[in-house]
C-alpha cells in the first residue's frame, strides 16, 4: 500500500480530450499551455505524476499543479488564475478568437493586422487588442529575415565547416583560418560635428555625410586563438585576393597545414586562384554552403569591428579608415578571444528542418 497525498483522478469526456490534444499539437499554441495540455492527457492515461513528470522533463509540483488545478476548474483551469480587480469583460474565446485571427490570418487590404484594424474586425477596443497581444507576444507590425541555402551539397557543407569548429586539428600540426573580405568599407565624414554624449542625451550625428571612397578589409580569422591577419586593398578582384593568400602563406609558419573556410564568392575560385592552391598542398579548401556566410566565423568578426570602430566613425580619407582598421586589428592581436562554437551538425540541421517544414505548412 502505496503511502503520501492521494491524487486527483482524471477522466476527461470526449470534447476535452478533442481540445486538449487540439492544443497539444497545434504549432501556435504557446508552449505553456501545449504542455499542460500533455501533463493531463498523459494523467487521464493512467501516469502517475512521477511518471508524468519524467516523460515530459518538468518537477513534479509542477504535475501535481495542474492535475489538481483541472480536476477542480476543467479546461478553464488550465488558462494563468485571474489577478484579483476588477472581474474580466472579455471571454476566453473571444481571447482566442484574437489570437487566432491574429497568427492565422491578414486583413484583405493589409499585409498584417494593425491595433486599430484588428479592434474593428473583432469589436474590442485598440487598448484591448494591445493587453492580448502584449500576453501572447504577439507583434504583427514586426518583420525579420531569413534565406535558406538551395546548394545541393548543403548537409555535407555544414558537417565539413561545422567538424572543423567542433574538432579541430591539433595546433601543432595544422592552422583553421576563416577568410572572407568586407568589401565597399565606406569612409564617411558627417557634414556637422557631433554633440558630445551627456546625461539623458544620446551621442547625435547628422543624417547627411561627405563619401571620401572605399576600402576593402581582406580578414582571416584564427578560430583557435581569436587573432586576425587583415590586410586593406582599394580594389576587390582575384589579384588583391592572391596578395592577401601571399600575405597568410608568410605569416604562418611553413610546417603547419592550413585548412581555410570561405564562401562560394567567384574571386575565391578564379583559375589563377586555384592555380595558387595547387602549387601549395599544404591548403585544404573549405567552403561554406551558398547563402550560409554565418558559418563563416569571420563575418562574427566583421560585424564585430564595424560596430565598435567603423560605424560611428567620422572618417576624412580612405587612409584614415584604413589607419583606424589595422589600429583596431592590431588591437584584437595584443589581447585576442575566439568566438565559442556550440552549435553541432546536428543542431543546424534539425532547426533548418524545422524552418523548412512550417513553410510546408504554411503553404497549404
Known sequence: ????????????????????????????????????????????????????????????????????????????????????GQPRKITDAKVEEVVTRTLESTPSTATHWSTRSMAKASGLTQNAILRIWKAFGLKPHLQDTFKLSTDPFFVEKVRDVVGLYVNPPERT???????????????????????????????RRTHDYVRHGTTSLFAALDIATGKVIGQCHRQHRHQEFLS??????????????????????????????????QKRPRYHLHFTPTSASWLNQVERWF??????????????????????????????????????????????????????????QSAY
Request: glycine share 4%; net charge positive.
Open 244 to 277: 592577401f593568400l601571399r600575405r597568410i602563406d608568410k605569416e604562418v609558419p611553413a610546417e603547419l597545414e592550413i585548412h581555410l573556410v570561405m564562401d562560394n564568392y567567384a574571386v575565391h575560385k578564379t583559375p589563377k586562384v586555384t592555380a595558387w592552391f
Open 173 to 203: 600540426r595544422a592552422l583553421v583560418l576563416c577568410v572572407d573580405e568586407k568589401s565597399q568599407v565606406q569612409a564617411l565624414e558627417r557634414t556637422q560635428p557631433l554633440p558630445p554624449l551627456g546625461p539623458g542625451q544620446p551621442e
Open 1 to 84: 500500500m502505496s503511502s503520501g497525498r492521494p491524487v486527483a483522478i482524471i477522466e476527461l469526456t470526449p470534447e476535452e480530450r478533442t481540445k486538449l490534444e487540439e492544443l497539444a499539437r497545434r504549432r501556435k499554441t504557446s508552449q505553456a499551455m501545449a504542455l499542460r495540455s500533455r501533463i493531463i492527457l498523459d494523467c487521464a492515461g493512467g501516469l502517475t505524476n512521477t511518471q508524468v513528470a519524467a516523460k515530459l522533463s518538468v518537477a513534479m509540483p509542477t504535475v501535481g499543479k495542474w492535475r489538481t488545478r483541472f480536476a477542480k476548474e476543467r479546461l478553464h483551469g488550465l488558462s494563468n488564475a485571474p489577478r484579483p
Open 303 to 360: 560585424a564585430k569591428i564595424t560596430e565598435e570602430r567603423i560605424r560611428r566613425s567620422a572618417f576624412r580619407s580612405v587612409a584614415e579608415l584604413e589607419r583606424a582598421i589595422h589600429s583596431y586589428i592590431e588591437d584584437n592581436n595584443r589581447n585576442p578571444k575566439p568566438f565559442v562554437w556550440t552549435a553541432s551538425a546536428d543542431l543546424i540541421l534539425g532547426k533548418v528542418q524545422a524552418v523548412c517544414e512550417r513553410i510546408n
